[in-house]
Antibody, heavy 119, light 110 residues
Framework: EVQLVESGGGLVKPGGSLRLSCAAS????????MNWVRQAPGKGLEWVSL????????YYADSARGRFTISRDNAKNSLFLQMNSLRAEDTAVYYC????????????WGQGTMVTVSS | QSVLTQPPSVSAAPGQKVTISCSGS????????VSWYQQLPGTAPKLLIY???ERPSGIPDRFSGSKSGTSATLGITGLQTGDEADYYC???????????FGGGTKLTVL
């Protein structure tokens, strides 16, 4: 069974940092492009970042570029999001999402981890 | 302001049909595949439709997708109270080099 389990969320002050992790099981992470998607309280989905299977291509939303860094450890079947210079508007549930190998869609999602940026 | 435009809400009676529209541009919907997601209250999104009109295994054929030009549509027939959820369209934007979603549509089954 495919599972994605996020961790690392919490309360952080503006300007602070957090590192989110996503542990994958039930499939080989190295074979899939992986994403982070966030959802602010009461708001819609916002795509954050994509990392391709071989790390050859990494993409960021404008809101994340320069502050967030996506990475993966295929040996540990894990995806990461390093978030620096956090702002109040980064407060959201952060989901890791797998891009299907034969579909151009997020076919599996984790349950999400909450990040709250507040003083 | 989302790159893709969806109606904020739609409603219909149980057993009826509803459609949800998703409007974009040539840089996103016009030249890339569209997917649709269902988000039940308090849960993570779930893939409903991929590659414009394909259903993952386990998704009933009450759910359908279509695309024409720079717009896409999600159709749901035989509405059930359990279909009450937020629905999002998504695709890749080739100009932005970024994933994009619609603002979401809240479905109420009256």
């Amino acid at each position: 069974e495919v599972q994605l389990v996020e961790s690392g969320g919490g309360l952080v002050k503006p300007g602070g940092s957090l590192r989110l992790s996503c542990a994958a099981s039930g499939f080989t992470l190295s074979s899939y492009n992986m994403n982070w998607v966030r959802q602010a309280p009461g708001k819609g989905l916002e795509w954050v970042s994509l990392i391709t299977v071989s790390n050859n291509n990494i993409y960021y939303a404008d809101s994340a570029r320069g502050r967030f860094t996506i990475s993966r450890d295929n040996a540990k079947n894990s995806l990461f999001l390093q978030m620096n210079s956090l702002r109040a508007e980064d407060t959201a549930v952060y989901y890791c999402a797998r891009l299907g190998s034969s579909s151009n869609a997020f076919d599996f999602w984790g349950q999400g981890t909450m990040v709250t940026v507040s003083s | 302001q989302s790159v893709l435009t969806q109606p904020p809400s739609v409603s219909a009676a149980p057993g009826q049909k509803v459609t949800i529209s998703c409007s974009g541009s040539t840089s996103n919907i016009g030249n890339n595949y569209v997917s649709w997601y269902q988000q039940l209250p308090g849960t993570a999104p779930k893939l409903l439709i991929y590659d414009n009109n394909e259903r993952p295994s386990g998704i009933p054929d009450r759910f359908s997708g279509s695309k024409s030009g720079t717009s896409a549509t999600l159709g749901i027939t035989g509405l059930q109270t359990g279909d009450e959820a937020d629905y999002y369209c998504g695709t890749w934007d080739s100009s932005l080099s970024a994933g994009v979603f619609g603002g979401g549509t809240k479905l109420t089954v009256l």
